[in-house]
């Protein structure tokens, strides 16, 4: 009987370190696309490398797939060569991963709070949502949206 603990414990815990694992190679993977094709403005490099081809877009401005995501991010940044973003923090759950994000359009812009959440399989980011608030010149409190 003690055997049979001992064993059911262990596959438990392998399967909680695996299920584990797996969320921060997710994780991983989700903030190694973010910080090179936003932080470091490489999206044409990081869309090659971290999006699958059929990359499904939920935000209503802009299109669908990896081109069309190349094609925002051209404009996005030919128009705004000045704007950063700056990774607050990040959360992951199965296959989907959040990203807190500070992002100014340039650097005298009081900026944006930004959560982004994509969803990976395999090694591929394959679909993508976001919410995204202005930070207000006059806030009601003094907590900040980070």
């Known amino acids: 009987m003690r ?4 064993a059911i414990l262990a596959v438990s815990f392998l399967f ?3 299920s584990f ?3 921060e190679k997710n994780r991983k993977l989700v903030l190694d696309f973010y910080k090179l094709a936003l932080v470091d403005h490489k ?6 490398l971290y999006l699958s081809e059929d990359y499904k877009q939920h935000n209503p401005h802009a299109a669908t797939g990896r081109k069309a995501f190349i094609d925002v991010f051209d404009e996005f940044f030919k128009i705004l060569p000045n704007s950063s973003f700056e990774i ?5 759950d199965g296959d989907l991963v959040a990203v807190h994000v500070y992002m100014k359009p340039d650097p005298t812009h ?5 959560v982004d959440i994509f969803r990976v399989e395999g090694d591929k980011v394959v679909e ?3 919410v995204i608030q202005e930070i207000p010149e006059n806030p009601k409190n003094e907590n900040t949206m980070f």
């Open 21 to 23: 694992s797996k969320e």
């Open 110 to 114: 009081k900026g944006h709070a930004v």
């Open 88 to 92: 607050k923090r990040s959360l992951a």
């Open 43 to 48: 999206h044409r490099e990081a869309a090659e």
């Open 128 to 130: 993508h949502w976001d």
């Open 3 to 6: 055997n049979l603990v001992i």
């Open 16 to 18: 909680n370190c695996n």
